[in-house]
T-cell receptor, first 113, second 110 residues
Framework: NAGVTQTPKFRVLKTGQSMTLLCAQD?????MYWYRQDPGMGLRLIHY???????AKGEVPDGYNVSRLKKQNFLLGLESAAPSQTSVYFC????????????FGDGTRLSIL | GQNIDQPTEMTATEGAIVQINCTYQ??????LFWYQQHAGEAPTFLSY????GLEEKGRFSSFLSRSKGYSYLLLKELQMKDSASYLC???????????FGKGTSLLVTP
């Protein structure tokens, strides 16, 4: 019962490098999300998707791109990494319906030097 | 997003009761969630409220007042393992995403 799986778990990048974080869920959820969590800032929504082929901007989308080509996968891309993007990134998924909770992955710790 | 306010830190004694408050903007309210997050781990779902009143789940209860834009999480018979961050989150106007508060770090002491 995997739930939401994020890869990689840890990564160190140099400023200007690019990378993609992968999120996969096996619960057949329609909605998927990418958050970042920084000390004292709480969880902030980067982008989200309400179905295969759709994406939308959240609270802090600048510097990130996303794609949802398959229902079970939601990819977060950093085209040119900056030190300000050093953070812990969480992916989440849920079913539609107001009372449906979000299920989170274990997070990706990303450091940009 | 919605402004969600909760205290930054709280300390309580093992075996005691603690109440963690959360206030939110009432316009476009669609429901309120509480999550628990231990250090270095993912948030896990605790409770959901959309109607006024108290929802009880074992040692944890959550209360909502829609007219006041106010919720609280009540933890009874505190255990050391309850030391964690507690996140209040309101479902956005669109119903798609959760907007999280900054979390309340609870320390349970012997």
């Amino acid at each position: 019962n995997a739930g939401v799986t994020q890869t990689p778990k840890f990564r160190v990048l140099k400023t200007g490098q690019s990378m993609t974080l992968l999120c996969a869920q096996d619960m057949n959820h329609e909605y998927m999300y990418w958050y970042r969590q920084d000390p004292g800032m709480g969880l902030r929504l980067i982008h989200y998707s309400v179905g295969e082929g759709t994406t939308a901007k959240g609270e802090v989308p600048d510097g990130y791109n996303v794609s949802r080509l398959k229902k079970q996968n939601f990819l977060l891309g950093l085209e040119s990494a900056a030190p300000s993007q050093t953070s812990v990134y969480f992916c989440a998924s849920r079913d539609p319906g107001g009372n449906q909770p979000q299920h989170f992955g274990d997070g990706t710790r990303l450091s940009i030097l | 997003g919605q402004n969600i306010d909760q205290p930054t830190e709280m300390t309580a004694t093992e075996g005691a009761i603690v109440q963690i408050n959360c206030t939110y903007q009432t316009s476009g309210f669609n429901g309120l969630f509480w999550y628990q997050q231990h250090a270095g781990e993912a948030p896990t779902f605790l409770s959901y409220n959309v109607l006024d009143g108290l929802e009880e789940k074992g040692r944890f209860s959550s209360f909502l007042s829609r007219s006041k834009g106010y919720s609280y999480l009540l933890l009874k018979e505190l255990q050391m393992k309850d030391s964690a961050s507690y996140l209040c989150a309101a479902l956005s106007n669109s119903g798609y995403a959760l907007n999280f508060g900054k979390g309340t770090s609870l320390l349970v002491t012997p």
